[in-house]
């Protein structure tokens, strides 16, 4: 081998050593990810096997569908009115409980069109106490405030989730039933039911296993 | 006729030919390649910005000293940015890929913790939804707990937290349900350690206490590339609350203890690539080494070849080519990274306890005591304890810790 080149071979791998270093080349995202505006029934690329937005907006949209069918409401002379209860959850995943109900009677609400009426029970103590101001005069009243005109349930529409989970080698699963009912407040029978279940199943990276 | 003599090829610094003395600088400089892009960073509440990989474990770290100086909602906070993380499955990531590979450590991915630690992220949470007057929650979060600790090597230390399936089937009975299920594994998972007690309805008071430092990371083996847990016995063997100047005693046993939960797992898949991280890293650098040792005798060959007039040229080719053999071989070795992750959630404790009672509402005051191995009580632990009792049909959540923060 001529002498320049067996001296600069060496200087030449050197110099590609080096010079690989000088670079982000193969860091995915450096940057990081822009923000992705995304419909709340998509899923995201953050996920779990849990409970997650896609599936709260999924089981609310159908259980508003299926309760505004039944004839007690879509057939009743007046508007019932209805109360919501807090959601149990029973799964092992903890969950905002209210987000179910709130969503739930801003779809009745929406798709309704008065055919029924929800009453807030969590305002009850704010109500009682201006009931009080207006009955002591202490503000004014444009109706009588001694008639009694809070209004008493019809129904009562509540919820409960209930989980199955299962972790081996293979994976995780999680099996979720969400189940609603409306019970006629006169007589406790329950005069609609239905449920949604969402099953899930993923393999975690090696990494964290 | 003289025989001719090359001149010989430059030389560099000590003597080295110039060749030789690149590839030296080369293998030198390398290190200095070690650095990376700027890490994403995460702005974590009371803390400079921290690497968005350590989010979970600053979050952590930051919630247990928040809960046991009483910042119950800046607890909840870090749990909640916590466990948004610990729940989901990580598919795909770029990090945990590299954290795989020959050329990076564990460290750089994600940071979860081990299963002990992300079952005490749940029991936290849990306790503070229980407080929260969320039974159903926290149930939901001693379940996540005991799930976390599914799928040890050996099957009887797999979801094996005595307290957790004692809290699922306690919140159970407190929401009208059948807690004699969960109550009936928990008492076959404490086997004849302990009695546990039946769930008494009318409990009002739910005392959660925790005592002694938990398990420690460190890393064993040639490379570091083996997790292991250091334990370091608490003097602090249970527990006792006194209140109403003796009249009262609750007990508070040791129901679990995380350096029994930690040492009990089994080995990971994460080990495995360690594993062979570490045969790879061997194998490079022993290569190298036989590389080198060729390279220097070849060296010395062409060194006397051209001392007694003859064309060294052939042997100095084999000098630089197994030196640059030998270079890359070491280059390659010293950046293969086995080094097992021992970020660790370090002010955890050793020992949680728990006991249900019914105390009038109201104030009360006493005194929290630690009661060593032979039940003698650890005078200078003791501390005093000033508890509130709520009115009304929510339970009073208490959490004592022997830890400061």
């Known amino acids: 081998m001529p002498l320049p080149l067996r001296s600069g071979l060496p200087l030449l791998l050197a110099a590609a050593l080096l010079g690989g270093c000088a670079t982000s080349e193969g860091v995915r995202n450096p940057s990081g990810v822009p923000v992705t505006e995304m419909r709340p029934d998509e899923r995201g690329f953050v996920a779990g096997t849990g409970i997650e937005a896609q599936d709260m907006v999924a089981v609310t949209d159908r259980m508003a569908r299926s309760i505004l069918g039944i004839p007690q409401i879509s057939r009743a002379a007046t508007p019932p009115s209805v109360v919501l209860e807090p959601v149990v959850n029973n799964t092992r995943f903890p969950v905002n409980k209210d987000i179910f109900l709130t969503r739930l009677r801003t779809q009745l609400n929406s798709k309704a069109a008065g055919q029924v009426s929800f009453l807030d029970r969590d305002l009850m103590r704010t109500l009682q106490r201006e009931r009080e101001l207006k009955r002591s005069g202490q503000v004014t009243a444009s109706a009588d405030p001694n008639v009694v005109e809070f209004g008493g349930a019809d129904y009562f529409l509540t919820g409960k989730l209930d989980g199955m989970s299962t972790r081996t080698a293979a994976g995780t699963s999680d099996y979720v039933l969400y189940s609603f009912r409306l019970t006629d407040a006169r007589t406790s029978r329950i005069v609609w039911e239905d449920s949604a279940e969402i099953k899930k199943q993923g393999l975690e990276d090696a990494a964290y296993r | ?405």
């Open chain 2, 1 to 405: 006729m003289r025989p001719t003599v090359r001149p010989r090829a430059a030389r560099g610094v000590a003597g080295l030919s110039l060749p030789l003395f690149a590839l030296l600088t080369a293998a030198a400089g390398l290190p200095g390649c070690a650095t990376a892009p700027d890490e994403p960073r995460a702005a974590v509440r009371g803390e400079a910005g921290v690497p968005e990989r350590d989010r979970v474990l600053h979050a952590c770290r930051a919630a247990a000293t928040a809960l046991r100086t009483g910042d119950y909602p800046g607890a909840k906070a870090r749990l909640d940015d916590a466990l948004a993380r610990l729940g989901g499955l990580i598919l795909d990531d770029a990090a945990a890929a590299r954290a795989r590979s020959l050329f990076a450590a564990e460290d750089t991915k994600v940071f979860l913790g081990e299963p002990y630690e992300r079952v005490m992220a749940y029991y936290y949470r849990g306790i503070l939804y229980w407080r929260d007057g969320e039974p159903d929650n926290a149930r939901a979060c001693f379940r996540s707990g005991q799930f976390n600790d599914a799928g040890a090597q050996d099957e009887r230390f797999s979801s094996d937290y005595v307290l957790l399936e004692y809290l699922e089937g306690l919140a159970t009975a407190k929401l009208q349900g059948d807690g004699t299920d969960a109550l009936a594994r928990a008492r076959a998972l404490a086997g004849e350690r302990f009695r546990l007690p039946d769930y008494s309805p009318g409990a009002n008071v739910l005392i959660f206490a925790e005592y002694g430092y938990g398990p420690r990371k460190v890393a064993a083996g040639r490379y570091g590339e083996q997790l292991r847990f250091q334990v370091q016995d608490s003097p602090s063997r249970s527990a006792r609350l006194v209140l109403h100047e003796g009249r009262t005693v609750v007990p508070l046993p040791a129901y679990d203890d995380l350096g029994f939960q930690a040492t009990t797992r089994g080995g990971r898949v994460m080990d495995h690539i360690l594993g062979r991280k570490a045969v790879f890293k061997a194998a490079t650098d022993a290569a190298a080494d036989v590389a080198l040792a060729g390279s220097v005798i070849a060296a010395d060959q062409a060194h006397r070849r051209e001392q007694r007039g003859k064309d060294g040229g052939g042997s100095e080719a084999a000098a630089v080519g197994l030196g640059v053999l030998g270079v890359l071989g070491k280059v390659v070795s010293s950046a293969t990274r086995p080094e097992a992750d021992i970020r660790q959630w370090d002010n955890l404790p050793q020992r949680l306890s728990f006991a249900a009672v019914r105390l009038p509402p109201g104030e009360h005051a006493g005194r929290l005591e630690f009661l060593d191995r032979e039940g003698r009580v650890l005078a200078a632990r003791t501390r005093p304890v000033f508890l509130r009792v709520a009115p009304g049909d929510r339970d009073t959540v208490l959490f004592f810790s022997e830890l400061p923060r």
